[in-house]
């Protein structure tokens, strides 16, 4: 049976951007649906399933950021933060709560097409190189390359965003190698002029918080100066689940 088409929210406070982005988003053959602030966005998540979410930052009453934040604490649901404000470190607490990816306004549909292709892609990939269910382990940590799994050596299921399941992906199947910046972007998202290094730092930042025991000093993800990050455990292959 076919796959019915991805469901997309826009939630953006311009009535311009949301009319213009859900006709282009209708014309390449998505379903979208539309929300002027985070209480009408929150009313259609509770109706509706949705397999992404496009959200504005800057919105009266409950922001997007706060949205996201919220998002993130309770789904898995994949989210593009766009906004008027361009500045890097709003991009930056943009992917530390959460957020996918991030464009700054003004953007073009066709760009904004591109995101979601990508963030959608990320999302429903199997494992790349591997097999689909392959399992691997590193300091007591499995990781399902397949269903996306993450599992604490106490056996607590780890939520991970797709950036930072990405990210991870590409550190256990490159251990003990040293990783650039400009690498890693170009393994977990596709060069991207819009992207930066410190975007990596970001989702290094966050993942660490949710696989090191003591962040503030990582003995899995190293930091090499002037180099960029190396996965320094020991990642062994336990075949499929």
Not at 17 to 34: A, P
Not at 69 to 91: C, F, H, N, Q, Y
Not at 124 to 135: H, I, K, Q, R, S
Request: glycine content about 8%.
């Amino acid at each position: 049976m076919e796959q019915p088409a991805p469901h997309i929210l826009v939630v953006d406070d311009d009535g311009e951007i949301r009319d213009l982005v859900s006709g282009f988003l209708k014309r390449n053959s998505y379903r979208v649906m539309t929300a002027r602030d985070a209480k009408a966005a929150r009313q259609a998540m509770a109706d509706y399933k949705f397999d992404l979410v496009v959200l504005d930052l800057m919105m009266p009453g409950e922001d997007g950021l706060s949205l996201c934040r919220d998002l993130r604490a309770k789904s898995k649901l994949p989210v593009i933060m766009v906004t008027a404000r361009g500045e890097e470190t709003d991009r930056i607490v943009g992917l530390e709560i959460g957020a996918d990816d991030y464009l700054p306004k003004p953007f073009s549909p066709r760009e904004l097409l591109a995101r979601i292709r990508a963030v959608l892609r990320r999302a429903t990939d199997g494992a790349g190189d591997l097999p689909p269910t392959e399992l691997v382990t590193f300091e007591g940590w499995t990781l399902d390359l397949g269903t996306r799994a993450l599992t604490s050596p106490a056996g607590a299921d780890i939520d991970l965003t797709g950036g930072e399941f990405e990210l991870l992906k590409a550190f256990v199947q490159r251990p003990q190698r040293v990783l650039t910046r400009d690498q890693l972007l170009d393994i977990t998202r596709g060069r991207d002029p819009i992207l930066f290094d410190r975007a990596i730092d970001a989702q290094v930042s966050r993942l660490r918080k949710k696989i090191e025991p003591d962040p503030g000093n990582p003995t899995l993800i190293k930091t090499v100066r002037a180099g960029g990050y190396v996965f320094a455990a020991k990642v062994e292959s336990v075949g499929a689940a």
